[in-house]
Structures are given as structure tokens and as C-alpha cells.
């Protein structure tokens, strides 16, 4: 719902906030988890400006009086799970609140210097206990460049147009933005070659999405019916799903992938709320005429018309040459996630429809978001057509696939007249060797 | 390593752990949490006969005093977690001081009987917290007999022998042993039928595993070599991995297995420890002249020599009527874990071989355990050969696949010669209506 926390005039006392081009501005206000010094607690904090708001402090200054006392309570946790599990009310009473606390024209608090801490000097942290974590494979352009390399003759499988496909992703792995990762090693076979090698991936790859993170959960044995998803939503994040592209050909089948991409899975730190991007709500994928309807637990009017957001996102590439002379990172592709042939709340509902729960703090990733032309593309596999071709980085290095040093970073904002941009801030990480 | 607690001469003056056929003999001492009342915190025990010793209690009243404190303080937790994460030496102590204090002959300790509970009389819990689930694939017969049915032109697919192939399953619907399945919805789509349909699933399906709790854990990036992997393991246990076989046939490819298993996983409330398993090692799977040699991360003298377990598994049925008309279970199955593929200490080294961190209490699944033999099967779908024939069960009704009401029971023991038999206890859930 669009409400006066979204009004574009508004203003905050944090300068920063007022930024042009900034991610975080008032109308935003994305939920994370930061510390101050590595040995510090965990805290809930609020992205403002180049600002973390602590929401710890806030509660202990009775700068959240207001707000329900298990809202309060929540604050105060080392991990978003406890706000999460109260629902989407708690978080949009929360919301409102922190506007009219950062809002110009109220009087800053006393001491409001004490509530924040610069961004670039705290620690932002993997926002939730995340317990576990489901990857979708949303983008029908993805999945059909996929496809086509992996079966030629059979690109896009005959299930695509029903089911939202999806595989159970690694929990432990998942870690904070900025984390290195490192080159992993895995079992590998050339089409050609007699039997299988072991050592360093040889097609390391990144994949852009977005990630759903759960607020409210669901009992086992009852699903959450597609008008209801929303309810047991939180926001969303970005998510690289680091990918081992030669390990994963190799021993994806009968399956599906395993060891090609839990070797690491970076997370964005801030959780933009569904709040936040109400004005950013747009109709569900346009369906063709040679596509299905979906089934009716996966059909709802209201997410037909609403269910998508318009969601720029984008991958960057920045070798270690060009950190090192200076260089800007390269944009190897931008797209949008209007363009999932799934919505969310399709994914919430086709996940619990076996009566599977999901937990406050769960993750559900998009896949990668691809988009129709060739600048839309979310991973080297499909812009390099696995490595036949290659990026040309502005130094004059060339990539098929990822080379050790190289530090990915993706982003996504969303900009629509008569609102305020609002922005995910960065996922980043950077290629170590094997 | 065998010593004193395996010694077949061991009496405990917990009379019930003496009788005959018992699981739960003073050479076994399984760990296990349980609570007395539906509100009570859990605590830690250990299965003696039909009771279960406390060991918080055990620990108040300075019964444990001479393991380390790091263990006594385990021993208070409400999961084997803190336990676990202590490792192997951790626990062969506390199982030391048990034996000790349960052994006949010695005094046993004043208001003994105030450290028991009858095991009928409380709840046994899932024993850990289970961070991520892995389910393997590891009998070579079970994916040959499934791999026919789904691709009968192709049933081995060519990376089985190298590969131990795995998928991530879904963490938060494990659940205990005698929890209730409702069977669960999802879609289908019949090979002539125009298009999916989604309701109830039709072909309901057990898988009779063996599962290994992970005891320490490992570092995200730092394999563990093959012959460290026990290091790294608590012990075992069995696992139902219920599976809708009609969903997984439409939705597994090509991302593999997801609602069609995420709807319920029951696990057995005993984990049997490596060291009450010591007597039964055995060679690992023989490999035949068609069989390449394990690729260096997965292979290992000792692990050759030592790296299988002498565990006689079986799964039984029984239906509703039998349970009405007090008719026993009847077996399904009865195989052998012997007869997997991969062994444990491969399942650890190749799903850590890729930096991929694995957690104090993580669950990894063997996968069906299935033999050579037509007795030796243990799912529905191999039994059946896809319901195209039937079990008769000793009521005259006949099963293709589960119907609701039917109670599936998983029991697995170990028997050798100059040796004190040792039991898992059982894994049991039945099937409620949709």
C-alpha cells in the first residue's frame, strides 16, 4: 500500500539521505544487521543515507515507544528472525515509525549522532539466520539459454510452463557481501575425455538474483494460498549464486546440482521491505498464447495485475588489474525482474503447497534474472555462450569465465516518476585462488 | 576402536537392557534427546533397555564429574549440538563414564531409578538441530532399479561411479518418529494426459535410509580429507525420506527432487555412535572389474578395508486394519548397508571437497538402501516396480503404493558373532488423509 512513508517530498535530517543517486533514501529504509567492532553483538539497523540507524539504541532512548512492545523486543535481537516471525503489520508499524524518527522538518532526537554509525565503518552482516534456503529458476530466457546448451535438441523442458522449478540450495554456505571466495575444487569431465579429473573449477560464474527472504511462516501440513504469499514476506535482497559451471555439467544429472554451487552464496546485507516497494509493483509476466494458464493455486488475480516488480538489477565485473589502475567496474549485463516468468507469491505458494514450512528467515532465490536480449543476461555462462566468446574488459583483459582476483558486484534500484528511487545497495565478492 | 564398553560380558543393572532382542544393550548407549511433558525443556539421554537415562540429571547429581567440563556442560543442552560439536573424544568419554555407571556390579548410584524414565512414558525429539540435510544416492542397485523406471533406455547414468551424486533436502519438515504424514498435494501430469493437474498424490512412497549426523564441523573452504571424515561424525540413524513419486516424476528434471520430498522427512530418535559401532565395521562396497577406481579425494586404505557397517536394515507396513485386527507389521524389506556404493567417509570427503562447510548436526542421508535381491529393496517404488504389482499384506489388501492409514516402520540392528547385538530402534510414521 502507497501511504505517506513513500511521499517523494520527503526529507531527512541525515544529509546523505538526500543524495542524488543514493540507494537509501527516507522513502526506502531497508532492514539489516551490522556490528561495530568484529567481538560487538550483532544489531538490527536501518540503511539511511551512507548511515546505519541502531535500532537497539533507538529502543533504549524510548525512541520506538510507539511501536508494539514485541516490535520493541524484536529490535533488539541479534538477527532479523524475531521481527520477521511477527508479520508484515509489525514491520510496516516499524516503518512508519523510523520515517517520522529520520524525517526533516521533526526535530533530530538529542544525541542522534549516537543512533548512527557511518555504513563504511561497521560490519553488515548476513541479515538473518537463515535456516533454509530454496533456489528458483524464475526467468524463462534463463532457463531456455540454459537449455539449450545442456540439451540442444530440448531446451526448455515441458514442465517449465507449470511448475516453478526449484532445488534446495545450501544453508551454511550462504555468507555476507564482501566475503572472498574462494576457487572451489570439483569433479570435472571434458565430453571427450576417458574419465572424470579433480581440481580447480575452470568456469567459475556468477549468477544475479534476487532473493525473497521470509518474514511469518507457515505449520507444516498447511499451505500458504497465493493471495496470502505476500503475508509471509519480509523484502527482498540480492543474491549471487556462485556457480562451478564445468562441476555442475558434470554432476547434475539425475539430482540436480549440488557441489557446483554450495561452495559459496553471497547475500546483499540490506532487506528492501515489500513495503518500501509498493510503488514499485507492476503486472506478472505477460503470457503468450503458447503458454498454459497456471494451475488455480497458482493463479490469483490481484497477482496478475500486481504480482511483479519493477526491479532494475545489474552484475558488474572489476578485474584486479583494474582495481588496480583505477578502472571503474564493467557492466556485464542489466535487466529486470518484471521479466520472471514467476512471481513471488507464485513461489511462496508453490512451495508450500505440499504442505512444506517455511520459517521466518528462510531464503528463496529467483535464479538467475535474464531478459531477452543480449545486454539482459544474468551469468557469463549465457553471455559468453559457455566460454565460446568473451567479455572485453576495459584494460583489453578478456573473460569467458570467472579468473581469480575478479570481484563481481551486483545492484539493483528502483526509479519511477513522481516516487523516490530506492536502491539494495551492493553484493559483492571477489575470486580467490583455489 | 573396540574395547571395554563392547565387551560381551557387560551386564547393566538396568534389567531391560538384558532381555533378549533388546536395541538398547549397555555395549549400544545411543544418544537421543526426550522430554517428560509436552511443556518441559528437552533434555539429552541415552537409551538403556526401555528407559532413558537423563544426563542433565546425571550431571546434578555429580555423576559425571570425572568427563571434562566441556562435556558436562553438553550434557545440559536441549540438543545434541553442543555435544556434537565437541567431537569424537568428547563423546567416547561420556560413553565411557555411562558404561561405567550403568554396569552391573557396579553400585548403582543412590534414587537410581529417579535418573531413569520409561521410555514409553516420554517424548523422544528430533536429536539435534538440523542445520542443512543432504540426501545421497548411494546404492548403486537402488539408482539402477529407479533409473530404469525414469529412463529405461538409460538407467546408470554415466557419472555414477565417480560421482557420490547428492541433492540438498529440505531442513524444517524433518520430523520425529511417530509424528503423522498427511499425504501431501502437488502436480501431476499422467504420460498421456494433455496437461498437469495438482491434488493428493497417488503413488506416496517410503524410502528406508540411513542417516549420518555430523558431529564437529569443518571450516567453509577447508575440505576434509577422507581420512578425517569419521573425525567428523557423531553417528548414525535411520531416516524415512517420504517421497510422492508422481510429483518427482513431473517436477525432477532439471533441477531434481523438490516438493515431491519436502513435504515430510522422519527421523529416528537414537543416534547410534561411531564408537558403539566399532565391532561392525566391514570392507567398503566391493567394486567389480566394470567399476573405475574412486578418484583420489574418495579413496583410502583403511577407508577400503574398514569403511563400510554391518547394518541389517528392513522397513515393514502395517495398514490400518492390521492395526485394528492386532495383526504384527509386515516386512517389506530387509537389506543391508553394506551393500551402498560410497561409504560414509566418501559421502563427508566429497561433499566437503568443495570448501562447502558442514555443521555440528547437519544430517546427511545414505539414500535408499536397497540389495541385489528382490527381499532387499527398500521403497515402494522398486518393490512395485511403479504399483505394476502389489504386496499382499496379511489382511488380503494388496499395495502399489501407501494408503492412508498404513504405518510405515524402519528398524536396522547389527549382529556378529561374539558381540552383544545393538538395535536403532525404530523410525515409524503413518499416513493421514490429504
Redesign the interface.
Known sequence: MIDETHDVGLRSWVESAGRAGTDFTIQNLPLGVFRRESAAAPRLGVAIGDEVLDLSRCVERGLLDDVPDGVRAACRAPALNPLMALGRAAVSALRSRVSRLLRAGQKPPADAASLLAPASEVELLVPAEI??Y?DF?ASIYHATNV?SM??PDNPL?P?YR??P?????????I?ASGTSI?R????T?APDAP????GPTRRLDYELEVGVLIGRGNE??R?VAIADAHDHVLGLCLVNDWS?RD?QA???????????K???TTISPWVVTLDALAPFRCPAFERGPDD?AP???LDDPHDREQGGFDITVEALLRSRRMADEGIEPHRLGRGTFRDMYWTVAQMVA??T???????PG?LLASGTVSGPDEGSLGCLLEITRRGERTVKLPTGEERGFLADGDEVILRAYCVRDGFARIGFGECRGAVAPA
Open positions: 535456516g533454509d530454496t529458476y537449455g545442456f540439451r523442458l514442465n507449470h511448475v522449478i526449484a532445488y534446495h540450495g545450501r544453508g551454511s554456505s555468507v574462494r572451489p575444487c570439483g569433479q569431465k574419465a572424470p579429473s579433480f507444516l501440513g499451505p562451478a562441476v558434470w554432476e547434475y544429472q539425475p539430482l540436480g546440482p549440488f557441489l557446483s554450495s561452495f559459496a498454459p494451475l488455480p493455486y508453490h512451495h503447497s505440499n504442505g512444506c514450512n517455511l520459517r528462510d
